[in-house]
Structure formats: structure tokens, C-alpha cells
């Protein structure tokens, strides 16, 4: 769905300032179990409290979601993590490398974690994130409880990295969106499943693989088992138009998403910087879903560093 056809299906959400009275505005809807939008570093989330089981049905509602796809859960700082997972050793070097910030760890649920059972999709692990931006994270300080926290779009649609993206995709779903401008990364965050036995990439996002082993050695061969965490339905991001990727060629009615020297309609990084091309892209899939083409093609980007998270969220738009 775009967001023009969004905007027919009911009034706007309420964008308000993330100042004090937002901040406070926010805070009171959380603690009554009603879905607020929020920004992260990486897109903008739709939070609910993670401890109701109603805030959290609510979400689903609002986007659409598949009841079998879990919810990441954000938290303020380790010792919250420490109530709802198990952590061991890796995880706590994983913190210190990487937290605050774009990495979410798949982990052992505790058995009085108090997390709403959709929250976890019926599984017995949890994904946990703390996030780097400053309103999330002191919203999360304010509540004093966790937050489930989706990409705040319809299920399926492409992520939102301002707050007028998500005003257009959630219209008549949600009441209030805190404006904490564009989002700096761009990308949803990386998530890493902890095994017994080692560890494995289920989404790439800012965070690399590489970086990731640097911290804990090599990741485990092999594919992943089911939906385990957000992000891996093999349709996704989809701005609901035909998607042609490493289109090297000009086609009539295609809107062209190009990178460095390719200008295309919408350029990801005229320099060619990767992470700035990674901070743009949903912008690009939301200016091409709202464009007069019937048709998007994507110029052929390198796959190096987090150039493999763009890829990836281009493969599942395209599906």
C-alpha cells in the first residue's frame, strides 16, 4: 500500500514535538496502554508497553502484523535486559561494544520475564534491543517498563525514517507520533540469535557480521530456522510497485533509484558513501511508491560492510 492510499483511511495521527509536553503527552498514553510512535536511530517504532497484553494487540492491530511474527522489546539499560532474558558472557561483551545502539540479540526468555505472550510469538526467546536515540531512550527511562517497538508502518510496507512517513502509513491507526526529525541510520538494526553453540546473523543491519565476529568469533554455517525475529518474512519493506534490482540499464516508466555517479530520480549518495546510501533508502522507496512510474528499478550498489543490509531490504521489497 502507499501512503496516498493510507492517507484516505482515517484522520492523521497528532506529530508533537519531543519536547517536554510531547515527552509527558507520550508517556501518559504508554502507561495507559495505548501505541505511541516513536523515533530511533534506525527507523521510527511503534511502542507499546511490552507488559500488556492489550498495548501490545494494539500494535498488531495498527499494522496489520502477522501474529507469528515477534516484536523487538527496548530496553533503558542491562539491568532491564536482565528481567526479561537470560544473558551469559556474550552478551554482556556485546553490550559493551555495541549498546547503546543498532543491535538487537535474540536471547532466552525468562520464565518471569512479565513480556505479553505475543510479544515473544509463543517462542521461548526474546529480542531485546537498547537503542542510542535520546527521545527513545528517555521515554524508556520515564515509563520504567519495556517497550515492544516495530518499525511503525503497516505490516509488509516500508519503514518510516520521519515522522510524515508515519503519519501516512498509520492514519486512523495510532493518535500521536513525537517528531525527533529523520532518523540517523536508516536501516532497521541488526539481529543477532545467541546460541548454545555459537551465534547467527537473522537480519543485517548497521551492525555487521564482521564486526560482530570481531567481538565473538566466527558465526555458525548454516540457514535459520522459522521466523525468529522481525524482519525475516521473505516479502517485506515492499513500496507496492514491481521492484527491478542491479538495473544497470533505462527503462521507460520506471522510477530509478541511483547511487553516485548514476543520478537516477532519487540518488542514494551522489559521493557514493554506503551509510549515508543506508540512511536514505526507505526516503527512496517512499518518494518512488508516491511517483507517477508504475515501475521502480534500483541502480547496482556494492555489497560490502552494510551495503549487505541494503541489499537485503531491497531482495524482500522486490519479492
Known sequence: MNEATAR????????????????????TLLREGVPVALPTETVYGLAARADDAGAVAAIYRAKGRPDFN?????V????????????DERVRALANAFWPGALTLVLPLR????????????????????????????????????????????????SPTSAAHVA???????????????????LESTIVALRPSGWQVLRP?????????AVLGPPLCGDTDGIEAPGQLASHYAPGKPV???????REGEFRIGFGSDDGHFNLSPEGDLNAAASRLYSALH??????????????????????????RLRRAAA
Open 76 to 87: 533503558p539499560d542491562y539491568a532491564a535486559l536482565e528481567r526479561i532474558a537470560v544473558p
Open 287 to 312: 518518494a518512488a511508491a508516491a511517483a507517477p512510474q508504475e515501475r521502480i528499478a534500483v541502480v547496482p550498489l556494492p555489497r560490502d560492510g552494510i551495503g549487505e543490509a541494503i541489499a537485503d
Open 168 to 186: 501516512a502509513s498509520l492514519a486512523g491507526r495510532i493518535e500521536l507520533v513525537l517528531d525527533g526529525g529523520h532518523t540517523q541510520r536508516g
Open 8 to 27: 484516505n483511511e482515517g484522520p492523521m495521527p497528532r506529530i508533537a514535538q519531543a519536547d517536554e509536553s510531547g515527552l509527558a503527552g507520550a508517556v
Open 111 to 158: 520464565a518471569d520475564s512479565g513480556l505479553a505472550s505475543a510479544v515473544t510469538a509463543g517462542l521461548p526467546t526474546v529480542a531485546v534491543r537498547m537503542p542510542a536515540h535520546p527521545v527513545m531512550r528517555e521515554v524508556l527511562r520515564r515509563c520504567g517498563f519495556p517497550l515492544a517497538a516495530p518499525s511503525a508502518n503497516r505490516s509488509g510496507a516500508v
Open 205 to 213: 543491519g548497521p551492525v555487521t557480521e564482521e564486526q560482530v565476529a
Open 244 to 250: 527491478r534490482l542491479d538495473a544497470a540499464d533505462e
Open 70 to 74: 515477534p516484536l523487538i522489546v527496548h
